[in-house]
């Protein structure tokens, strides 16, 4: 395979054709090869073909030190290199270079430093390199800057196949102790179902006896426990503490550098019927947050062999939900499961078919972005992260409206955000991911999210408070809404992330509900009170309340929370009409779903346990209502606030006892000036068709 | 129902109104001249600031930035200094203790907000080097934190776990700002004015120890994995 491959360009081919030439044609050709070698002189004259022509022919045993046109053409190389990065052909010539040691180790590690791909790296040169690697004469640090680079290239190899031919090869460098870690990651991404056998499953085991339960292994096992789980019998926690770390940092900003001044790449939003959007491999450059390519496993030349087995259809080449129907069951997904948040197909087709190593494989490819972009950025322009960051949350969000769920690892990066969030970076889209959150088990959901989130609350504007309380609001839609379908699916969990999923029994989900209520009920009487009150802020918190007050009857949940008097009061005493309004409406609301709450429990005779404080609660609640509002027999009740009558009467407000109610109220003032001008109307009117005016009291 | 603080009367420009200043961070003189200029007997030159030995201005609040590397704060000072509906005077200062020499013209001081650049580790000693020099009273309310620099990947994860335990242990809040944009000033700006209002008393129903209650957080963050197993 070495020896046929034609790496180099022009150069060679001028030496090695004239020789392979016979005679007789060599006459005939000779305009021909006139032609072809003025071209390649002017060619050749070109600094860093030059240069790479130096690297590709280069003798053995060429010493380094003091060799002065090797650091000129080195310097050539590099520069290039930063500034716009190596064409797939360079990065051949320069690899086969550094890895077969020609000149000594001292070069090698400098080499795979500078090797920044412009476009694509070519997988044969991957390949070569790793045989290298086997050799066994390069350097162990060495060895680890080349796995480090192949990994973080990988996404730019641009075909995996024989790759993935050689799994097994790369395997065996998995009992070096120092390669092991990275080998571990470089097999995670390679791993198909095939590539899981017994023997690897063992080797892996017995490593972790010599080196204990590390990250590495642990996920290594779980992908393959993931695609054979009878072959893989250990018991693996769901999440794996930090998996793979990341090991881009010597490329990674030159990397961005190249990809920056090669232009942005547009990206498209998530298209109804079509795949992503096909480009010229020329121009595909992308940033680094945006989402990949969709592109097939299988490189383009082998395409068009018939593959005679399996037949297995690449996702990128099915354009229509026709078509996914007809191939369904021998789809093959692509290598970068990235790209699969931006075609509605292929969501489509994830959703339905379960397929758990794909999902394992998308969660590690998201929250690694995740983490790399929010959590543990560098010192970057902040302009120029929003700038990427934006579509990319976007995108994200839509494919979790898509699917009606949301994503095990973007719920983990969100509480790790929420610690170091300061309530303004990327606010609508940090709340809209918070929305999508499973639910939280009960122990843990104050740690987890209570607490963040109400260091933020009260020290944070009103408008972040309205959009917390409506973001918890969706929120509690949300679990109410998989509740309901859950239960009517009698135990089959349909959830996107079954194979993590909690196993969560009515009373657990109940307690979560619970907690979730009383916190935001908290949240909104504290509010309320340190805003004075503010109506928008109201107005968010009955939104919530509207919610809560139908969990039995929209949601079939058997349980009713009444509002805290931090809620009731401000809403019931408001100065603007449509509060009352809508409180009186949740009122309302809670009487019918307590009603048939009871009915139901006589018919059933099932033990509902409607509390009886709730009961007692919201009774007091309307008595408290009709006697301000309709008797005005305010403060003859006990409000949790108890004014003596002389204090009263000290205030000087004549009829005390009727300030709230439906004609006093402030809320009604503008009614009433309203019935005041009408009447001023009307007294215009003929004698014949004057009104009779009704029995209201006009003070 | 709704309390408004009432509009500033005739208002000229923000700095008119509103001040900056700079308290320096020399290490007060011990000279004789200086200890016989101050007030009380028992006043030693390394005096800790107290919070109520001063009577409250009339619709104003005084702050105090203490910021080791003195950058953010100049630009948060900027933006605080342009609000509107009360006086907001802010003093700046690189440590605590603050010179004995500007005492007597030194106002009431509200809240001490302690700056650290989670990046720099002079920066956190700094600041728990000047906790000690508050008077205790500070501890209730009027005393908060602020990170910046949280989602670097240069800072170690060691730093915010001490600075987040000393929040906790002190009862102050904490508060993560973005210092690198003008929006993430203007936002830090924002929430350091809320919990000025309350611990300058402007706040109806509501005190600095009240809020500081809300707002206090636990030293315990083992969310590394939440394991649901």
């Given at each position: 395979?070495?020896?046929?491959?034609?790496?180099?360009?022009?150069?060679?081919?001028?030496?090695?054709?004239?020789?392979?030439?016979?005679?007789?044609?060599?006459?005939?050709?000779?305009?021909?090869?006139?032609?072809?070698?003025?071209?390649?002189?002017?060619?050749?004259?070109?600094?860093?073909?030059?240069?790479?022509?130096?690297?590709?022919?280069?003798?053995?045993?060429?010493?380094?030190?003091?060799?002065?046109?090797?650091?000129?053409?080195?310097?050539?190389?590099?520069?290039?290199?930063?500034?716009?990065?190596?064409?797939?052909?360079?990065?051949?010539?320069?690899?086969?270079?550094?890895?077969?040691?020609?000149?000594?180790?001292?070069?090698?590690?400098?080499?795979?430093?500078?090797?920044?791909?412009?476009?694509?790296?070519?997988?044969?040169?991957?390949?070569?390199?790793?045989?290298?690697?086997?050799?066994?004469?390069?350097?162990?640090?060495?060895?680890?800057?080349?796995?480090?680079?192949?990994?973080?290239?990988?996404?730019?190899?641009?075909?995996?196949?024989?790759?993935?031919?050689?799994?097994?090869?790369?395997?065996?460098?998995?009992?070096?102790?120092?390669?092991?870690?990275?080998?571990?990651?470089?097999?995670?991404?390679?791993?198909?179902?095939?590539?899981?056998?017994?023997?690897?499953?063992?080797?892996?085991?017995?490593?972790?006896?010599?080196?204990?339960?590390?990250?590495?292994?642990?996920?290594?096992?779980?992908?393959?426990?993931?695609?054979?789980?009878?072959?893989?019998?250990?018991?693996?926690?769901?999440?794996?503490?930090?998996?793979?770390?990341?090991?881009?940092?010597?490329?990674?900003?030159?990397?961005?550098?190249?990809?920056?001044?090669?232009?942005?790449?547009v990206a498209a939003g998530i298209s109804p019927a079509s795949t992503t959007i096909k480009t010229?491999?020329?121009?595909?450059?992308?940033?680094?947050?945006?989402l990949p390519v969709m592109t097939s496993v299988v490189?383009?030349?082998?395409q068009?062999?018939p593959s005679?087995?399996g037949k297995v259809v690449p996702l990128v080449q099915l354009h229509s939900f026709a078509q996914l129907l007809e191939n369904m069951h021998r789809i093959e997904l692509p290598a970068q499961m990235g790209s699969l948040l931006g075609s509605s197909l292929a969501l489509q087709y994830l959703d339905c078919v379960q397929d758990e190593s794909a999902l394992?494989r998308l969660n590690?490819w998201l929250?690694?972005?995740?983490?790399?972009?929010?959590?543990?950025?560098?010192?970057?322009?902040?302009?120029?992260?929003?700038?990427?960051?934006?579509p990319?949350?976007d995108r994200l969000l839509s494919t979790q409206h898509f699917l009606q769920e949301g994503f095990?690892?973007?719920?983990?990066?969100?509480?790790?955000?929420?610690?170091?969030?300061?309530?303004?970076?990327?606010?609508?889209?940090?709340?809209?991911?918070?929305?999508n959150?499973?639910?939280?088990?009960?122990?843990?959901?104050?740690?987890?999210?209570?607490?963040?989130?109400?260091?933020?609350?009260?020290?944070?504007?009103?408008?972040?408070?309205?959009?917390?309380?409506?973001?918890?609001?969706?929120?509690?839609?949300?679990?109410?809404t998989?509740?309901?379908v859950?239960?009517?699916e009698?135990?089959l969990?349909i959830s996107l992330n079954s194979?993590?999923?909690?196993?969560?029994?009515?009373?657990?989900?109940?307690?979560?509900?619970?907690?979730?209520?009383?916190?935001?009920?908290?949240?909104?009487?504290?509010?309320?009170?340190?805003?004075?009150?503010?109506?928008?802020?109201?107005?968010?918190?009955?939104?919530?309340?509207?919610?809560?007050?139908?969990?039995?009857?929209?949601?079939?949940?058997?349980?009713?929370?009444?509002?805290?008097?931090?809620?009731?009061?401000?809403?019931?005493?408001?100065?603007?009409?449509?509060?009352?309004?809508?409180?009186?409406?949740?009122?309302?609301?809670?009487?019918?779903?307590?009603?048939?709450?009871?009915?139901?429990?006589?018919?059933?005779?099932?033990?509902?346990?409607?509390?009886?404080?709730?009961?007692?609660?919201?009774?007091?609640?309307?008595?408290?209502?009709?006697?301000?509002?309709?008797?005005?027999?305010?403060?003859?009740?006990?409000?949790?606030?108890?004014?003596?009558?002389?204090?009263?009467?000290?205030?000087?407000?004549?009829?005390?006892?009727?300030?709230?109610?439906?004609?006093?109220?402030?809320?009604?003032?503008?009614?009433?000036?309203?019935?005041?001008?009408?009447?001023?109307?009307?007294?215009?009117?003929?004698?014949?068709?004057?009104?009779?005016?009704?029995?209201?009291?006009?003070? | 129902?709704?309390?408004?603080?009432?509009?500033?009367?005739?208002?000229?420009?923000?700095?008119?109104?509103?001040?900056?200043?700079?308290?320096?961070?020399?290490?007060?003189?011990?000279?004789?001249?200086?200890?016989?200029?101050?007030?009380?007997?028992?006043?030693?030159?390394?005096?800790?600031?107290?919070?109520?030995?001063?009577?409250?201005?009339?619709?104003?609040?005084?702050?105090?930035?203490?910021?080791?590397?003195?950058?953010?704060?100049?630009?948060?000072?900027?933006?605080?200094?342009?609000?509107?509906?009360?006086?907001?005077?802010?003093?700046?200062?690189?440590?605590?203790?603050?010179?004995?020499?500007?005492?007597?013209?030194?106002?009431?001081?509200?809240?001490?907000?302690?700056?650290?650049?989670?990046?720099?580790?002079?920066?956190?000693?700094?600041?728990?080097?000047?906790?000690?020099?508050?008077?205790?009273?500070?501890?209730?309310?009027?005393?908060?934190?602020?990170?910046?620099?949280?989602?670097?990947?240069?800072?170690?994860?060691?730093?915010?776990?001490?600075?987040?335990?000393?929040?906790?242990?002190?009862?102050?809040?904490?508060?993560?700002?973005?210092?690198?944009?003008?929006?993430?000033?203007?936002?830090?700006?924002?929430?350091?004015?809320?919990?000025?209002?309350?611990?300058?008393?402007?706040?109806?129903?509501?005190?600095?120890?009240?809020?500081?209650?809300?707002?206090?957080?636990?030293?315990?963050?083992?969310?590394?994995?939440?394991?649901?197993?």
């Amino acid at each position: 395979m070495a020896a046929t491959l034609s790496l180099t360009g022009p150069p060679d081919l001028d030496l090695s054709s004239a020789s392979d030439l016979s005679v007789s044609s060599r006459s005939s050709n000779r305009s021909l090869r006139v032609a072809e070698k003025e071209r390649k002189k002017k060619k050749a004259e070109d600094p860093f073909v030059l240069a790479l022509k130096y690297f590709s022919d280069v003798e053995a045993g060429t010493p380094v030190n003091g060799n002065d046109e090797v650091e000129r053409n080195m310097v050539l190389v590099e520069k290039l290199a930063y500034s716009k990065g190596l064409s797939p052909e360079a990065i051949s010539i320069m690899l086969e270079f550094a890895m077969s040691l020609r000149m000594g180790t001292s070069l090698c590690a400098r080499v795979l430093k500078c090797l920044i791909p412009a476009t694509l790296v070519p997988q044969e040169a991957v390949v070569r390199a790793v045989v290298w690697l086997s050799v066994g004469k390069i350097p162990v640090s060495t060895q680890i800057l080349f796995i480090k680079w192949v990994l973080t290239v990988f996404d730019m190899i641009d075909a995996k196949d024989q790759l993935r031919a050689v799994y097994g090869f790369i395997f065996n460098f998995v009992t070096e102790e120092n390669l092991c870690p990275f080998i571990c990651h470089l097999l995670y991404l390679l791993t198909r179902k095939e590539s899981v056998r017994v023997f690897r499953v063992r080797k892996l085991l017995e490593l972790q006896s010599r080196l204990g339960r590390q990250p590495f292994l642990l996920s290594l096992l779980s992908l393959y426990k993931v695609f054979c789980p009878e072959m893989v019998m250990l018991s693996i926690p769901s999440r794996i503490k930090s998996g793979f770390r990341n090991h881009n940092m010597p490329w990674k900003s030159a990397l961005i550098a190249v990809q920056k001044g090669a232009g942005p790449h547009v990206a498209a939003g998530i298209s109804p019927a079509s795949t992503t959007i096909k480009t010229n491999p020329r121009k595909r450059k992308r940033c680094h947050l945006e989402l990949p390519v969709m592109t097939s496993v299988v490189s383009k030349e082998a395409q068009t062999e018939p593959s005679s087995c399996g037949k297995v259809v690449p996702l990128v080449q099915l354009h229509s939900f026709a078509q996914l129907l007809e191939n369904m069951h021998r789809i093959e997904l692509p290598a970068q499961m990235g790209s699969l948040l931006g075609s509605s197909l292929a969501l489509q087709y994830l959703d339905c078919v379960q397929d758990e190593s794909a999902l394992l494989r998308l969660n590690f490819w998201l929250g690694y972005a995740l983490h790399e972009e929010f959590l543990f950025c560098g010192d970057r322009g902040a302009s120029q992260n929003s700038q990427e960051a934006l579509p990319f949350l976007d995108r994200l969000l839509s494919t979790q409206h898509f699917l009606q769920e949301g994503f095990s690892c973007s719920e983990a990066f969100l509480y790790k955000f929420l610690n170091v969030w300061d309530g303004s970076l990327l606010r609508p889209q940090i709340l809209g991911l918070l929305s999508n959150i499973p639910v939280v088990p009960s122990a843990q959901i104050r740690q987890l999210l209570f607490e963040p989130l109400m260091q933020l609350f009260f020290t944070s504007s009103l408008f972040f408070k309205c959009g917390l309380m409506e973001c918890l609001n969706n929120m509690l839609l949300k679990w109410l809404t998989w509740h309901s379908v859950y239960a009517l699916e009698d135990d089959l969990d349909i959830s996107l992330n079954s194979h993590t999923s909690i196993n969560m029994t009515l009373s657990g989900f109940k307690d979560s509900v619970m907690e979730l209520v009383d916190f935001v009920g908290r949240l909104a009487s504290l509010g309320l009170q340190l805003e004075g009150c503010h109506s928008l802020l109201l107005s968010f918190v009955l939104d919530f309340y509207e919610t809560v007050c139908d969990m039995f009857m929209k949601y079939g949940l058997p349980l009713v929370v009444m509002p805290p008097p931090g809620v009731f009061y401000p809403a019931l005493f408001a100065t603007d009409p449509v509060s009352v309004d809508r409180l009186a409406y949740i009122m309302h609301r809670y009487k019918v779903n307590f009603t048939s709450a009871k009915s139901q429990e006589e018919l059933t005779k099932q033990a509902f346990h409607i509390s009886r404080q709730m009961v007692r609660e919201f009774n007091h609640y309307i008595i408290v209502m009709v006697n301000c509002l309709w008797n005005s027999k305010m403060f003859q009740l006990d409000m949790g606030l108890s004014l003596g009558e002389d204090l009263l009467l000290k205030s000087k407000v004549p009829q005390y006892w009727a300030s709230f109610d439906l004609v006093h109220h402030p809320a009604f003032m503008s009614y009433a000036v309203d019935f005041h001008h009408r009447q001023n109307e009307n007294k215009m009117v003929p004698a014949s068709k004057r009104y009779t005016s009704n029995q209201c009291a006009t003070s | 129902m709704t309390s408004r603080l009432p509009p500033r009367g005739n208002v000229t420009t923000s700095y008119a109104h509103s001040e900056k200043k700079r308290d320096g961070s020399t290490v007060p003189a011990t000279s004789p001249s200086v200890r016989a200029r101050v007030r009380g007997a028992e006043r030693s030159s390394m005096a800790p600031l107290r919070p109520l030995s001063r009577l409250p201005g009339l619709n104003s609040a005084n702050v105090l930035l203490v910021e080791s590397e003195e950058q953010f704060q100049q630009r948060l000072a900027d933006r605080l200094v342009e609000e509107t509906t009360f006086t907001v005077n802010v003093r700046l200062a690189k440590s605590l203790p603050l010179p004995v020499e500007n005492e007597e013209s030194r106002p009431r001081i509200d809240l001490v907000v302690f700056i650290i650049n989670l990046t720099s580790e002079l920066s956190l000693q700094s600041a728990e080097a000047s906790v000690k020099c508050l008077d205790h009273r500070y501890f209730l309310g009027k005393v908060s934190f602020m990170v910046t620099n949280a989602r670097n990947v240069a800072a170690p994860g060691e730093r915010l776990d001490a600075v987040r335990k000393l929040a906790a242990s002190l009862h102050c809040a904490l508060l993560f700002a973005e210092d690198q944009t003008p929006d993430g000033v203007t936002n830090a700006t924002e929430r350091l004015l809320t919990i000025l209002k309350v611990a300058a008393g402007l706040v109806p129903m509501t005190t600095a120890l009240y809020l500081s209650n809300l707002t206090r957080g636990t030293a315990l963050r083992d969310i590394d994995q939440p394991s649901f197993d």
